[in-house]
């Protein structure tokens, strides 16, 4: 009788239990919250009250683990974007281009998103829950593990002690996985982290009749301008409503107050958010988080370690959450476990862990390279100082971003990669560098690139008319 237990029962630990699920014959999800039984909000998330972006590589990694996802997404009424046509974005270096669809993301609640995966996951007649418990430690030694120490989060049940063949730590960003292997004896496992100290404010608006299916909306900061940055995203969600969240690096952060939600929107570097929901009926306060900051456990670069033991999604990295790669990174490191279970077939494999370990970096490597190359910029961030090698990356990305506002061949290049379809590689293909050096080949868009349906739905003006007003 073969076990697996999956510490956390989120994003990671969900669709893990699927891909560990073939090759044992109990998978327990080991979980502090009571999972709700629809689209609701749980305490263990917090995330989820604001707004999540799922990437094409990411819906893709769970469409394979789990097929008909997207189809229960979208039925349940999220929504399905072609990139680059159903995006309006202002990057750094301008105003991207609408070009014709060669990739997408999806768009709902997170809640929808988890919901969809979990009634999906336990289907699985191997995987059960067990709610309302929290793991404490690891049992085993520094060459094994062999099972996990938990308590109830009521108090009422005694501690317990449960032995498995494999153990993948999927508890998020909270994860005591490095105190945990430390009590074991594995020590010294590198880190980095990267807080550039933004701060998330989100709301959530009723869409105007018309404007329930808008495309996805972003006015990124410009990390390479001086001060702090300061962005917007909006985003339809299911039930016709839009879901906006504002951010704010160290410096610039947007506040709780509804008062200000508005005002940060209008006076970003343009106006467009604000202008948007200046008109809508927001159905929400202002919900706040400070947890954002970029943090990377290199578990896969330590001396030692265990068989029997896994970390995957935000248990290994965290990014900033503009950059939206979590869940996607979360799905990929659980195709790179089952990816490892197929070839060797059994979950007690010797150097099985450390194999998983290793795949499940690759993903969140280009995650990580994409997201630091931003906010090292910002002045004020804290923890890793930016290199030349940093630098001469980041002036690269740059110039990539600005041919991408006028080439269609380097769009659908950065969206390979910006989407986790494709590795960061990608960007060093001769081709790309060849485009880089031509630079765009049609100039800046000086307004933002709208349908004239899109302008009426939302109820919005052209800047030039504006500027005359
Ligand atoms: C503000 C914000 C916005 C974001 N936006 C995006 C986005 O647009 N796109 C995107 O892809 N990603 C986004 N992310 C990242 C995304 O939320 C995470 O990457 C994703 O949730 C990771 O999944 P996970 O399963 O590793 O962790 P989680 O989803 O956090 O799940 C961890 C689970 O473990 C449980 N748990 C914790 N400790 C224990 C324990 N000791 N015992 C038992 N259970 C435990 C928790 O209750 C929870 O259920 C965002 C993050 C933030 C903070």
Same mark, same amino acid.
């Given at each position: 009788?073969?076990?697996?237990?999956?510490?956390?029962?989120?994003?990671?630990?969900?669709?893990?239990?699927?891909?560990? /699920?073939?090759?044992?014959?109990?998978?327990?999800?080991?979980?502090?919250?009571?999972?709700?039984?629809?689209?609701?909000?749980?305490?263990?998330?917090?995330?989820?009250?604001?707004? %999540?972006?799922?990437?094409?590589?990411?819906?893709?990694?769970?469409?394979?683990?789990?097929?008909?996802?997207?189809?229960?997404?979208?039925?349940?009424?999220?929504?399905?974007?072609?990139?680059?046509?159903?995006?309006?974005?202002? /990057?750094?270096?301008?105003?991207?281009?609408?070009?014709?669809?060669? %990739?997408?993301?999806?768009? /709902?609640?997170?809640?929808?998103?988890?919901?969809?995966?979990?009634?999906?996951?336990?289907? !699985?007649?191997?995987?059960?829950?067990?709610?309302?418990?929290?793991?404490?430690?690891?049992?085993?030694?520094? /060459?094994?593990?062999?099972?996990?120490?938990?308590? %109830?989060?009521?108090?009422?049940?005694?501690?317990?002690?449960?032995?498995?063949?494999?153990?993948?730590?999927?508890?998020?960003?909270?994860?005591?996985? +490095?105190?945990?292997?430390?009590?074991?004896?594995?020590?010294?496992?590198?880190?980095?982290?990267?807080?550039?100290?933004?701060?998330?404010?989100?709301?959530?608006?009723?869409?105007?009749?018309?404007?329930?299916?808008?495309?996805?909306?972003?006015?990124?900061?410009?990390?390479?301008?001086?001060?702090?940055?300061?962005? +917007?995203?909006?985003?339809?969600?299911?039930?016709?409503?839009?879901?906006?969240?504002?951010?704010?690096?160290?410096?610039?952060?947007?506040?709780? !107050?509804?008062?200000?939600?508005?005002?940060?929107?209008?006076?970003?570097? %343009?106006?467009?958010?604000?202008?948007?929901?200046?008109? +809508?009926?927001?159905?929400?306060?202002?919900?706040?988080?400070?947890?954002?900051? !970029?943090?990377?456990?290199?578990?896969?670069?330590?001396?030692?370690?265990?068989?029997?033991?896994?970390?995957?999604?935000?248990?290994?990295?965290?990014?900033?959450?503009?950059?939206?790669?979590?869940?996607?990174?979360?799905?990929?490191?659980?195709?790179?476990?089952?990816?490892?279970?197929?070839?060797?077939?059994?979950?007690?494999?010797?150097?099985?862990?450390?194999?998983?370990?290793?795949?499940?970096?690759?993903?969140?490597? +280009?995650?990580?390279?994409?997201?630091?190359?931003?906010?090292?910029?910002?002045?004020?961030?804290?923890?890793?100082?930016?290199?030349?090698?940093?630098?001469?990356?980041?002036?690269?990305?740059?110039?990539?971003?600005?041919?991408?506002?006028?080439?269609?061949?380097?769009?659908?290049?950065?969206?390979?990669?910006?989407?986790?379809?494709?590795?960061?590689?990608?960007?060093?293909?001769?081709?790309?560098?060849?485009?880089?050096?031509?630079?765009?080949?049609?100039?800046?868009?000086?307004?933002?690139?709208?349908?004239?349906?899109?302008?009426?739905?939302?109820?919005?003006?052209?800047? !030039?008319?504006?500027?005359?007003?």
């Amino acid at each position: 009788m073969r076990r697996a237990i999956v510490i956390g029962g989120g994003m990671a630990g969900m669709l893990a239990a699927v891909a560990v /699920s073939h090759a044992v014959d109990d998978v327990v999800i080991i979980e502090r919250d009571e999972l709700p039984d629809g689209p609701r909000p749980r305490k263990g998330l917090p995330q989820a009250r604001h707004i %999540h972006i799922l990437m094409a590589g990411g819906a893709d990694a769970i469409e394979d683990l789990l097929p008909g996802s997207i189809d229960r997404w979208l039925a349940e009424g999220a929504h399905r974007h072609r990139l680059t046509s159903d995006m309006v974005a202002l /990057s750094p270096e301008g105003w991207y281009r609408r070009w014709r669809p060669t %990739h997408y993301l999806v768009t /709902s609640s997170r809640d929808l998103l988890d919901h969809v995966v979990r009634s999906q996951t336990l289907k !699985n007649h191997r995987i059960q829950v067990l709610p309302g418990r929290q793991v404490t430690g690891l049992l085993g030694s520094s /060459s094994r593990v062999s099972g996990i120490a938990l308590s %109830h989060i009521t108090g009422t049940g005694a501690d317990e002690e449960m032995t498995a063949d494999l153990v993948i730590d999927a508890s998020g960003r909270a994860s005591r996985a +490095a105190t945990w292997l430390a009590d074991l004896g594995i020590t010294e496992i590198p880190e980095h982290t990267l807080d550039t100290g933004l701060t998330y404010a989100t709301r959530i608006y009723r869409a105007p009749s018309g404007a329930e299916s808008i495309p996805v909306i972003n006015v990124m900061a410009d990390p390479r301008s001086p001060g702090p940055g300061q962005a +917007a995203a909006l985003a339809p969600i299911e039930d016709k409503q839009w879901i906006v969240s504002l951010g704010g690096t160290r410096g610039g952060e947007p506040t709780d !107050n509804p008062e200000d939600f508005t005002r940060f929107a209008l006076d970003l570097r %343009h106006p467009l958010i604000g202008q948007i929901i200046s008109r +809508a009926h927001p159905l929400t306060d202002v919900a706040i988080t400070r947890s954002t900051h !970029n943090r990377r456990r290199y578990f896969e670069k330590t001396g030692t370690w265990p068989e029997g033991f896994i970390a995957l999604g935000d248990a290994i990295a965290t990014f900033n959450p503009v950059y939206g790669q979590g869940m996607s990174v979360a799905a990929q490191g659980a195709q790179a476990l089952r990816r490892e279970l197929n070839r060797t077939g059994d979950v007690r494999s010797v150097g099985l862990s450390r194999r998983v370990q290793r795949a499940a970096a690759g993903p969140v490597d +280009a995650a990580w390279a994409l997201a630091t190359a931003q906010d090292i910029h910002y002045t004020d961030a804290h923890g890793q100082v930016p290199t030349w090698q940093d630098r001469i990356v980041s002036a690269f990305t740059s110039r990539l971003s600005r041919t991408a506002t006028g080439s269609f061949f380097m769009a659908t290049a950065m969206t390979d990669v910006t989407t986790m379809r494709k590795g960061a590689t990608r960007l060093a293909r001769p081709s790309v560098l060849g485009a880089a050096l031509l630079g765009p080949l049609r100039p800046p868009l000086t307004e933002p690139p709208l349908t004239e349906r899109e302008r009426i739905v939302l109820q919005l003006k052209p800047d !030039n008319e504006r500027q005359n007003v």
